[in-house]
């Protein structure tokens, strides 16, 4: 038998023995789960069906009416409601939406923010002379950031952080129609190794894209190649799919 809970509608879980609302961190009391219990051990497992009503039926997991009553079951919290919410806090409910990965998806509160890194490794091969490395970053922008202001701050702290750092070029693009911007700088480790890096900068639903692509020495032709080939053929996931 499965409860729902009866502030927020999300199905309770068993904790310890106890029966629980991990949205809300409202623990059932033994009297609260008996009454439950023996009020709607009857019912088949349904769905739960979520709204904005402030009240759901434990046995349904659907929104009451102004009764308190399940319009499923039909039947009525109304003489448990002084016992809910006098000896039941329940914490603010929680908004949740779902983040895509390419391996799946999982339901996180919305607040969550996702600043997913994406890393790639070209792999050496024999007609392959050195190395090439892609990561795509995600970033949210502040007080409504325009991408060009953001790309200057980006390079002013590269400048600072990255030994012997150097601006090659800086382009306006497009990837998938957008416009973006490019920027190509080089830079010395600390073992005195050359490192050039492309980067690409485009907005995506108040978020920054960061393409980054990296190589020893230089961008030789073919780096610049796969460079070109993965930035004009990105194109951004349409309605989560």
Known sequence: MRFFCPICGDRMVIHNGELICLNGNMY????????????????????????????????????????????LCLKSLADLYYQLIEYHPHERVKNYKYYYFNEGKCKLPSDWLDETTIALVWPLSDSSSSTFSLTIEKESIVNHQDLESYVNEQIHALENELNKFKEIARNEITIDNQPANEIKFSWY???????????????????????????????????DKKWEFIINNFTFRKNNQ
């Open 28 to 71: 059932l009391s033994e009297n609260m789960k008996h009454q439950f219990k023996k009020r709607y051990n009857l019912l088949d497992e349904n769905k739960s069906s979520l709204s904005n009503n402030k009240f759901y039926c434990p046995g349904c997991g659907v929104p009451l009416d102004k009764n308190l009553t399940c319009n």
């Open 189 to 223: 480790s600390e073992e005195n190794e050359k490192i050039v890096q492309r980067q690409a900068f485009v907005l995506y639903n108040m978020m920054v894209l960061i393409f980054n692509g990296t190589t020893i020495d230089n961008f030789n032709t073919e780096s």
